[in-house]
């Protein structure tokens, strides 16, 4: 055997195998996780035992209310075994609960509901604990999330009338039903003028 062979032989012994894997990054429902898709062909693609790891997940949340969304991290090993960091759920979620809506804005300009102060400080308190944001002072978490709750339609205001605010969400409600009854309508002149 030659000098130069034996050489290149020895130098791939010594080269450690490089990841190029990605981290897994998905919002799983709390205690929901399946293998259907798309959760289930995800894992799948990256050779991750789906029924452990769904059990592992349910396992993990089963002291939070089943269906809140959770933004999880997932780093894969070589052997398989996976790191799984879950955070708590996004702001949009906090935002929508405290202003008492399932849904944001669908038209510009829209109010789709209202939080007080109070609120966005109690939300900020707790996104501040999730890793991503660990640098970030309680003041810019604030603003960060003042500027998504403009984003979700949202208004931010010092306080709230109880009544008032039952009477804006009912009219809302209203207002949904008449605009998905508009996109309905709107969908089937669409499907004649096709045919």
Known sequence: ????????????????????????????PAGMASAAPPLGSQLGQRNINIENFCKDFNKRTANIKEGIPLPCRVKVHSDRTYDLVIHKPPATYYLKQAAGIQKGRVKKGEIA???????????????????????????????????????????????????????FLKDREAFIEEYKEE????????????N
Do not use: W
């Not at 890793?131 to 998504?148: F, K």
């Not at 996109?183 to 096709?194: G, I, M, P, Q, S």
């Open 113 to 167: 509901g209202k939080i007080t102060l109070k609120h966005l400080y109690e939300i900020a308190k707790i996104k501040a604990e999730d890793p991503p944001n660990a640098l970030l002072s309680l003041e810019h978490m604030c603003q960060m999330l003042v500027g998504i709750a403009r984003t979700c339609g949202i208004e931010i205001v010092r306080e709230i009338d109880r009544n008032e605010y039952a009477q």
């Open 1 to 28: 055997m030659s000098k130069g062979s034996m050489g290149r032989k020895m130098g791939k012994k010594v080269l450690e195998k490089i990841d190029h894997s990605s981290k897994l990054r998905t919002n799983i």
């Open 183 to 194: 996109l309905r309508l709107a969908k089937e002149r669409k499907v004649l003028r096709t």
